[in-house]
């Protein structure tokens, strides 16, 4: 018989595989966990960017020219963060520049 409840917790843990052997000698492998390392930032958008660029161009390019990626990548991630921070809803129209239209003929 099926049952549409999901198993519960008692019964997950039952079903449990065995912990792995070592093949030499048949016994349990433990696992060790070494220190904590301490929490690092996290790389910034840019930072991420200039990497995926420079991995795939970086042998054609001189090192002034990866400078120059690196500023150019740099202010691009920039701009696109001060777009991310203007917010819009879905009724906002696309802003349509005006221009008067003059005849002088």
Known sequence: MISAHPPSRAASRAVRPPAPTTPATGRRASVRCGAMSEPTE??????????????????????????????????????????????????????????VFRDDA
């Open 42 to 99: 996290p790389p910034s958008e840019a930072d991420l960017l200039f990497a995926f660029v420079s991995r795939r161009y970086a042998e054609r390019l001189t090192p002034e020219q990866l400078e120059a990626l690196r500023r150019s990548v740099d202010d691009v991630a920039r701009l696109t963060a001060a777009l991310r921070a203007v917010k819009l809803d879905n009724a906002d129209e696309p802003f349509q520049r005006f221009e």
